[in-house]
């Protein structure tokens, strides 16, 4: 089957506190984008002028990083698509993940696994994606990174990964200086690296690129909602086959199974932490759209003629001991 191979979707699953903003920054930094942090404080304001003016710059829940592999090929876009971290009860869990092709496990390298990610991981694990274990922190004083290694394996025992997924690749990272590593370093020491590329390296090998189907009709499924005063509610979405275009007629397929025909009034794409208007997007591509006031999640965009709607994406309600 074809594939995206410009494209890398993938969740990073972290607990609250082990880095996952300081690495998102740190990526989108290297990668030439602004600061995430000073970007979200300076785009509080200006997506709301500009969302005056124009009413098109939104916040984006997902990132998308533009990396320029080192050996001058072409750029490759990384969107991280945000999950919770933790046992979710509305399905944001299985949502994001509906998203990418493989996780990121992000863990700190004095604290290791904590209970609270083996929910999302246990869901990744599950779907037979790929996953990348990244111990941050590794500068700590404090860091005992070969017994987090070790409590690392024996999660993924205890969740019943399979062969390949426990064969997962290690990167070792100080997120907070940019800096990642394959050689494990000692504890307590920054990788002798000066930036993220062997994360980045890590991610374009081990997280396959998107597949779809050649010459398949549209689908794009609709994951997540978020609203702009300007442009109504807006639908985000994975597309799995064909293309879209701002302006073209499609079929909306509802979760319960009545179709009508709709018309794509904006496309949008997230440029680093911004949604930007786009002409087109394909498979693999992450988009936002707007001009269906009614959309819901799970629901489906299909092509005009050949209406073909994607399963429901089912949920799981975590157990009460969050495992
Ligand atoms: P999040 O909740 O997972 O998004 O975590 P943050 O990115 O907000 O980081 C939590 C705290 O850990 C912050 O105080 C960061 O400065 C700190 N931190 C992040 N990466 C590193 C690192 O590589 N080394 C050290 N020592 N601290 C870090």
Known sequence: MPTRSDIRNVAIVAHVDHGKTTLVDAMLKQAG?????????????DSNDLEREKGITILAKNTAVKYHPKDGGDPITINIIDTPGHADFGGEVERGLSMVDGVVLLVDASEGPLPQTRFVLRKALAAKM??????????????????????????????????????????YACARDGMASLNRPENGVTPDNDNLQPFFQTILDTIPAPVYEEGHPLQAHVTNLDASNFLGRIALCRVHNGTIRKGQTTTWCRHDGTMEKVRITELLMTDALERKPAEEAGPGDIIAIAGIPEIMIGDTIADAEDPRPLPLITVDEPAISMT
């Open 33 to 45: 984008a602004f600061s995430a942090h000073q970007q979200v404080d300076d785009r509080v304001m």
């Open 130 to 171: 790929p996953v990348i274990l990244c111990i941050n922190k590794v500068d700590r004083p404090d860091s005992r990174i070969s017994e987090v290694v070790d409590e690392t394996y024996e999660l993924f025992m205890d969740l019943d990964a399979t062969e390949e997924q426990i064969e997962f690749p290690i990167v």
